[in-house]
Structure formats: C-alpha cells, structure tokens
C-alpha cells in the first residue's frame, strides 16, 4: 500500500524562503500571517524560526546570521550553510510572494484539517464523552478551522470605516435602528436596536413578567425584522414549551391565557385564536425546554440554526438555571463560566444574545426597591460581561406599570422605559413619554 504523504507545497516553501532572503523586508509582512508550523519541510521550520528570532531581535537578516541563529538551538548541521545559499535559487521573482504564501496556507490548512478529522474520529470511540460534547467538540474544531485564515489579521481602518459607512446608509431612514428591531420605540432608541455579539441581561426579582417580557421581545422580532422571516431560539429551563406557547398565544390573540389553559373559550375566543395561530405558524421560533441544558449544548442547537440561515436572536430563561460543564468550587466561579460561555456564543454566532437573570434578595431590604448593578445575583462577571443589563421592577402603586430601567449599555445609551403589563395576556405595551410625564 502507497504511503500518504501530508499536503505540501515545497517549491512555495523554498521560494518564500529564499525571496526573504533576497529582500529581508518581505519577513515583517508576512511573520503575522505565516506559522512556523505552517512549513511541512523540517528544514525549512527552523530556517523560518530563526528568521522569526532575528526579526524579534531587530537584528540584520543574511546567511551569516541565520547560521549562527541556527547553530544556538543545534540546527546548522542538519539544514546545512550550502542549502541556506542555494534558496535564492528557487526564487523566480519576488513579485509572486503573497502567491507563495497562498500555497504554504493552502497546505498547511488541509494538513491541519486532516489531523482534526482524525482527532474527532478518535474521541468518537471514547466511551466517557456525551454525543452532545463529542457533536460540540466536533463543531467547535470546524469553526476553528474554517476562521483560521482570518485570525490574527490586522486590518486597515479603510475597509471598516466603509463598513460603517454601508450601515449608516442603510439604515438612515430605518429610525436610526441598526441591529434587531425590538418592537418598542424607547428600547429602540436606546440601543439603535440589538446588535449582533451582544449579550443582554435582563434581570429582575420573581413574579415581576421577565420571562414574558422575553417573550413579548422573541415576537417583536420576529414580526420587525427580515420581512418577518428573522429566526429565534428561546430556551426556557424554568418553563414548558407548552407553556411558553400557551402565553404566546393568549398574547397573539388577546384571549386570556387562563381562558386557553381550561379551555373555557367562546367562538369568538376560537376565531381570534384560530388568527393568532396562523400568524404564530408564519414566524421562525424554535424552543428547547430541556431542563438540564448546558452553554455547550445550547451553542451546538444555535449553530445548525445559524447554518439554515434561521438564528438572529438567541433567549436563555433563566442564566442561573444553566447546567456547568463541570462541577466548580462555588457558585459564583459556575455562574462566571456560564456568562462567559454565552458572551462567547454570541461573539462566534453574531447574533445577540438576551439571558434573563434573578436579582438579589437585597432589594427587598431596601427603601428604595430599583435595582442597581450590585443586586446581580452571585458573580460579578455577569456584569462585566454584558453588554447591556436591563433591570424590570413594578413602579410603587402602580402593579401594571413595569418599568425597565437600561443600567448599563456599552454601545448606546442608559435610561428608562415604563410598559404597562397585562398579566391575563402576558404583554407588554409602551408607556408613550406624555403617560410618563
């Protein structure tokens, strides 16, 4: 049986070496693009590493300072002075450098994937790993992989300011929106709309709606954005997908959700449902009531919706509720890994990602019962790794006044919104600032 021999490209490996050589001031363009590992040849791995040395160095690059580099870590003998002066000759011209960079990427890449595959094709007979780790750890080594040439790149302000540019135009005439339309003008304003890579708390103390505030956000966006074709994942740990649904529904319809659960339902409720029903049908909403989720396995869900194009805004109900991957010393490290693991997940799937969390008991001890940002629950780094933070609290006197206070929002502003909640209905209606006043 023929050997195989891993993906290579040694006349690029020669040429790119030998054009630096030649003209030293190739070296700094190309050291934050090309890997000492991204050479096949052994040869070839250490005359790189010691170019790499004398760059660091700021030292003159020629053979007599490369041998020398060599010789310190005991290569010289097995390269060879003689290989080192004939380099130059497998240089045709050092107007194709960026082609011979091309072609060691090109190889490197294939080689680096095929020692992955094999990785994952190993771990698939280990009989301690889930199929869901062994899916996500499959996942997460292809999307490495797939972002690898883009990594580590610096980038021009050109291209990016154009970028901005692009959005700002169209977006101009949109009510200066340029992420998800929530649906509520105020919100809106405040943030210019979710942005994708945001993770959004919305934290609040039990029983005050943030779950079908969530909810009432989850419709929004569905109906405003993408000519209604914009896709969400909801991931209720604390409630069913039924009920969930139920609420959805009595919100659609108007119908009281109690009315529903009983089924104590006029013609008239059955028509206004029969209504909502289609319109729900229309939307991209996916859930997930699995009680027991882990970050891990909600990424690796999210992912195969990214894929189909039907993910633009993820929902966790609630944060605290999250499975570790692993057992942690305390509370708070769990909690810390659990946030940092769905900033992550929004950041690979630029999408935002809106995480609902309780409030401290503190509040209750307080005069003054508006939440602050040191009433989040067990860990500061859910703080620090939000985005936005969003408290709910009822208004003192006023039970169906909720109103949502932005504490924190590192692209747009702070500020507040009052919404008046119709509990029979679970929704959510704009306070306009005149009713404020």
């Known amino acids: 049986m023929t050997k195989r021999v891993m993906p290579h490209n040694l006349e690029a490996e020669q040429s790119l070496l030998g054009a630096i050589f030649l003209d030293p001031t190739i070296l700094p363009q190309i050291a934050d693009k090309v890997t ?53 000759d497998f240089t045709p011209t050092l107007a194709h450098v960026d082609t011979y960079v091309d072609y060691i990427l090109d190889a490197s890449l294939k080689r680096m994937i095929i020692v992955s595959m094999s990785d994952i094709y190993a771990k698939g007979f280990d009989p301690s790993i889930s199929t869901i780790d062994y899916i996500d750890h499959a996942e997460e080594e292809v999307f490495k992989l797939s972002r690898r040439r883009k990594a580590g790149e610096l980038l021009k302000i050109g291209p990016i300011l154009e970028d901005v540019r692009k959005k700002a135009e ?37 029983a005050v709606g943030k779950s079908a505030f969530a909810m009432n956000l989850a419709l929004n966006v569905c109906k405003n954005n993408k000519n209604g074709k914009a896709g969400v994942a909801f991931f209720s740990l604390e409630m069913s997908n039924e009920q969930l649904v139920s609420r959805m529904l009595s919100c659609e319809s108007m119908v009281s959700n109690r009315n529903i659960r009983i089924g104590n339902l006029t013609s008239n409720d059955w028509g206004m449902i ?58 708070q490290e769990m909690i810390s890994e659990i946030s940092r693991g769905l900033k992550l997940l929004a950041r690979e799937l630029k999408v935002p990602v809106i995480a609902l ?34 408290f709910m609290y009822a208004l003192e006197g006023l039970e169906d006044i909720i109103e949502v206070s932005i504490a924190k929002n590192r692209q747009g502003q702070t500020g507040k919104a009052q919404f008046q909640f119709k509990k029979d209905y679970s929704k959510f209606y704009p306070v306009s600032e005149r009713q404020e006043d």
């Not at 250490?46 to 040395?53: D, E, H």
């Not at 169209?170 to 994708?196: A, M």
């Open 36 to 88: 000492i590992e991204d050479f096949y040849e052994t040869k070839h791995q250490s005359i790189y590493r010691a170019l790499l040395q004398l760059l660091e160095k700021n030292e003159k690059v020629d053979y007599t300072t490369v041998s020398k580099e060599l010789a310190t870590f005991q290569m010289m003998s097995k390269v060879g002075g003689d290989y080192l002066s004939e380099l130059t």
């Open 170 to 206: 169209i977006k101009r005439s949109e009510d200066g929106i340029t992420g998800l339309n929530t649906g509520f003008p105020r919100l809106n304003f405040y943030t210019s709309g979710f942005q994708p890579e945001e993770l959004i708390l919305l934290a609040a103390r039990p």
């Open 274 to 331: 029969d209504a909502a029903t289609t319109n729900l049908n229309r939307y991209n909403i996916f859930f997930d009531d699995t009680s027991t989720v882990k970050v891990n396995e909600i990424r690796a869900k999210c992912r195969r919706l990214k894929q189909e194009d039907k993910l633009d805004l993820v929902i966790v109900d609630y944060l605290q509720l999250i499975q570790p991957s692993r057992e942690r010393a305390n509370r």
């Open 357 to 390: 969390s309780q409030l401290s008991r503190d509040i209750e001890k307080r005069t003054e019962k508006v939440p602050v940002l040191a009433d989040l629950r067990e860990s500061g780094a859910i703080e620090q790794d939000a985005d936005i933070v969003m």
